[in-house]
């Protein structure tokens, strides 16, 4: 069964910093896709990054990046330039390649410090 | 705004009771997808509809049943209501069948209080 885990229920960032969110995954498939969505407080759920597990780099949306490594199962997000508007809940996702159905992390909640 | 509505945004109800949720895709849509998310839990994907037919299944229970449409809107009904299914309901779109590669756009969430 896939599962994700994100084992940082919170974290904090100073205003233009940069910061790591963790998230790790268990899948026997070897196609997959994984994602990450940010739930600000108007519970909107907004598609941030998405990584195709068959590509070997990275994807990149302006300031959000991912570190995907795929033999340990890892997908991080690296925020840069921290801005209060990145305050929200972040969720960790996959899917499986020849599926329609997001298997979700529990989240990481993004405090930004002004 | 993404372009999927729901309604109602809120709703209070009691154990034992009926509720009916509802949703509206993007214009032109033709999959819905329906989650449901409780207290510091991610979303757990219950069931998918597309073009009027079921497509995939997540754990939805049985108490639980969705429809969609003709003009695609769908709805979702839960019956039998317990505590635990107080939580916030998502319903989200997609252009076509759906697939990672297709983008889910989400509503804004019918929040669910079981009382």
């Known amino acids: 069964a896939q599962t994700v885990t994100q084992s940082q229920p919170e974290m904090s960032v100073q205003e233009a910093e940069t910061v790591t969110l963790s998230c790790t995954y268990d899948?026997?498939?070897?196609?997959?896709?994984l994602f990450w969505y940010k739930q600000p407080p108007s519970r909107q759920m907004i598609l941030v990054i998405r990584q195709e597990a068959y590509k070997q780099q990275n994807a990149t949306e302006n300031r959000f990046s991912v570190n995907f490594q795929k033999a340990a199962k890892s997908f991080s997000l690296k925020i840069s330039d921290s801005q209060l508007g990145d305050a929200a809940m972040y969720f960790c996702?996959?899917?499986?390649?020849?599926?329609?159905?997001?298997?979700f992390g529990t989240g990481t909640s993004l405090t930004v410090i002004p | 705004d993404s372009g999927v509505t729901q309604t109602p945004k809120h709703l209070i109800t009691a154990t034992g009771q009926r509720v009916t949720l509802r949703c509206s895709p993007r214009s032109g849509d033709l999959s819905v997808y329906w989650y449901q998310q409780s207290l510091d839990q991610g979303l757990q994907f219950l069931i998918q509809?597309?073009?009027?037919?079921?497509?995939a299944k997540g754990n939805i229970l049985e108490r639980f049943s969705a429809q969609q449409f003709p003009d695609l809107h769908s709805e979702l009904n839960l019956s039998s209501l317990e505590l635990g299914d107080s939580a916030l309901y998502f319903c989200?779109?997609?252009?076509?069948?759906?697939?990672?590669?297709?983008?889910?756009?989400f509503g804004p969430g019918t929040r669910l209080l079981v009382l």
């Open positions: 509809y597309y073009n009027g037919e079921e497509r």
């Open positions: 899948t026997s498939e070897s196609d997959y896709y």
């Open positions: 996702a996959y899917m499986m390649n020849t599926g329609n159905q997001f298997y």
């Open positions: 989200a779109s997609s252009v076509n069948s759906g697939g990672a590669f297709e983008t889910q756009y």
